[in-house]
């Protein structure tokens, strides 16, 4: 089967087209016919080796729409043909044909396999992060770092879906602060003094909670824009930055918590409770509830150039390949 490997971590042009074997389903595992794989930026990291080099030929993609193939032994509820989005915690989504544990793999309902495609890593984060990392309770107010991203797009509307009372963002350029406006956000500001503006926003109170994938000096920052007893997730670290050495005396001075969320360890760990974020974000995407933009569509081949955009910082909404779309 066609797929898109790496054999070497550096820039996009490592991801090479290459002939692979299809994949067999073994025990509790779902063989997909991948229609769209999403494009994420932590495959991007992936492949610059911000997880570690690979020490054999890699195929990476975390999330995929498409149609099931074949069923690994004692997998029930799903039957060959079935339209189904699924997590992918191992990768192997850049390719035609690729292997989903069942409990990470869903009937896409409503959704069309387009739409699915970007949905399973993307809605499942921003669910996690919202109700099990900051556990945000009606009322509350939430800032968003990356507010035009994949993941920050689908945060604003599950954080309104869960009765959050005001939503402000950050991004890193005017044109994206007027695209994130249609996900429902009140105000989305230019990262240069987000904290101030999110105080004066707030009438000097700040945010409950913070969602931080961006880290470096964002994420220092983002300890100025909480409220007594606010929180600051840290899932991600697009900026590339070192780690933070981080004092722990201001947590008590000034009523801090911070959280963090890392879907693979969720997988690992407490594989069930990743499954009921992902049920739960996922039917409100069928409700209509919340809307994954599709701003860009590139054929399996130009999975590179999907990468470079993404790199760059270019995308808006989610990104896709499509493959047997
Ligand atoms: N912890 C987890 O389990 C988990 C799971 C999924 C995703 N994530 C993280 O969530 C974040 C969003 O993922 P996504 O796939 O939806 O990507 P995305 O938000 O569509 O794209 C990444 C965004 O990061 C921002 N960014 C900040 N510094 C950057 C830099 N130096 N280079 C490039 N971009 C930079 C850019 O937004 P601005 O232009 O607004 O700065 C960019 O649009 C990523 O950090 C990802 O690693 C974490």
């Known amino acids: 089967m066609r797929a898109i490997g790496f054999q070497e971590t550096g820039g996009p042009e490592v991801l090479h087209l290459v002939d692979v074997p299809r994949p067999v389903p073994g025990p509790g595992e779902v063989l997909i016919e991948v229609a769209y794989a999403g494009v994420n930026y932590g ?4 492949r610059l080796g911000d997880f570690g080099a690979p020490d054999t030929l890699t195929v990476t993609g975390l999330e995929a729409s498409g149609r099931v193939a074949a069923l690994g032994e004692g997998v029930g509820g799903l039957a060959v043909g079935d339209p189904v989005a699924a997590y992918l915690p191992d990768g192997g989504g850049y390719a035609e044909f690729a292997l989903a ?5 869903f009937p896409v309902g409503t959704l069309d396999l387009r739409t699915a495609g970007g949905a399973a890593l993307v809605l499942t984060t921003a669910y996690g992060v919202l109700d099990g990392a900051v556990r945000v309770r009606p009322g509350d107010t939430v800032l968003i770092h990356a507010a035009a991203g994949g993941v920050g797009s689908a945060a604003a509307q599950i954080a ?5 009372k005001a939503v402000y963002g950050t991004v890193s350029t005017p044109e994206k602060a007027e695209y994130a406006l249609r996900f429902g956000y009140d105000e989305v500001f230019l990262r240069e003094g987000f904290a101030e503006a999110v105080r004066t926003a707030t009438g000097g109170r700040g945010v409950d909670a913070v969602l931080d994938p961006v880290g470096g000096p964002t994420r220092l920052e983002s300890f100025e824009a909480l409220a007594p007893f606010g929180r600051v997730a840290v899932y991600g670290e697009a900026g590339r930055h070192p ?4 004092p722990v005396l201001p947590v008590w001075k000034n009523n801090r918590t911070l959280t963090g969320y890392n879907i693979g360890d969720l997988s690992r760990r ?3 409770l990743l499954r ?4 739960a974000a996922l039917e409100l995407a069928a409700a209509g509830s919340v809307s994954i933009d599709i701003s860009a569509v590139h054929p399996l081949h130009d999975a590179a150039e999907a990468h470079r955009a993404m790199q760059a910082g270019e995308v808006r909404g989610k990104s896709l390949l499509e493959i047997g779309g």
């Open 101 to 105: 544990p069942a409990e990470f793999t």
């Open 276 to 279: 009921t974020h992902a049920r």
């Open 43 to 46: 495959e991007v990291q992936h």
């Open 160 to 164: 309104r879906a869960l009765g959050v």
């Open 270 to 272: 407490d594989p069930h």
């Open 243 to 246: 780690d933070l050495t981080l």
